[in-house]
């Protein structure tokens, strides 16, 4: 079944301890993407990736890192969580990058005290 | 000014009613649009990508209006399973990775 895979899908965590999101899809996809969910503001992209070895900022990049090193995995790091990162999280994959249509994982909901 | 802003609603319709959303974009060099529809905090999910000379699917409507630089659509004969917020999403650069995404508009359709 095609699908990304997101990993927690539920976590509570206390400000300071490092932390990492992983995000995978079987679907060959060469774009992926990352972001986050936030009442009365929308999604928002933190940061996306054309391909492996490639990543670029989106519009929401500050105390977040991200790493492509395979086609199929995007993991999301959060070196110091503070609690204005605690949102809803989704990652994102897509055949054709920006144009094409996007599939989604399940969300991972982050609480940070 | 936001560079993609849609009406947050919401939307409270009968049955079988017709209910039409709009989204504005900022930038006039946008190329790709799409609406995606998302559940109570669920993923969203692709409803379908709008084209220059419009495009239909099933009850569904999507329209391009550049020159007023706002994509609609169109939601004909509302099912209750048609609840669920529409979000509106825009390629600004029509290349490269970076989305934006309206805030949703929410839509209740009620029996």
């Known amino acids: 079944e095609a699908q990304v895979t997101q990993n927690p899908r539920y976590l509570i965590t206390v400000t300071g301890k490092k932390l990492t999101v992983t995000c995978s899809q079987n679907?060959?996809?060469?774009?992926m993407s990352w972001y986050r969910q936030d009442p009365g503001l929308g999604l928002r992209q933190i940061y996306y990736s054309m391909n492996v070895e490639v990543t670029d900022k989106g519009d929401v990049p500050e105390g977040y890192k991200v790493s492509r090193k395979e086609k199929r995995n995007f993991p999301l790091i959060l070196e110091s969580p503070s609690p204005n990162q605690t949102s809803l999280y989704f990652c994102?994959?897509?055949?054709?990058?920006?144009?094409?249509?996007?599939?989604f994982g399940e969300g991972s909901r982050l609480t940070v005290l | 000014r936001k560079e993609v802003e849609q009406d947050p609603g919401p939307f409270n319709v009968p049955e079988g009613a017709t209910v039409a959303f709009n989204c504005t974009y900022s930038n006039s060099a946008s190329q790709s649009f799409f609406w995606y529809r998302q559940d109570c905090r669920k993923e969203p999910k692709l409803l379908m990508s709008v084209y220059s000379s419009g495009n239909e699917d099933g009850r569904f409507t999507a329209q391009l209006n550049r020159a007023s630089q706002y994509i609609s659509l169109l939601i004909r004969d509302s099912k209750l399973s048609d609840s669920a917020t529409y979000l509106c999403?825009?390629?600004?650069?029509?290349?490269?990775?970076?989305?934006?995404f309206g805030q949703g508009t929410e839509l209740s359709v009620k029996p």
């Open positions: 679907m060959n996809h060469e774009y």
């Open positions: 999403v825009v390629n600004p650069y029509n290349q490269g990775g970076k989305l934006i």
């Open positions: 994102a994959s897509s055949l054709q990058g920006g144009t094409g249509e996007l599939f």
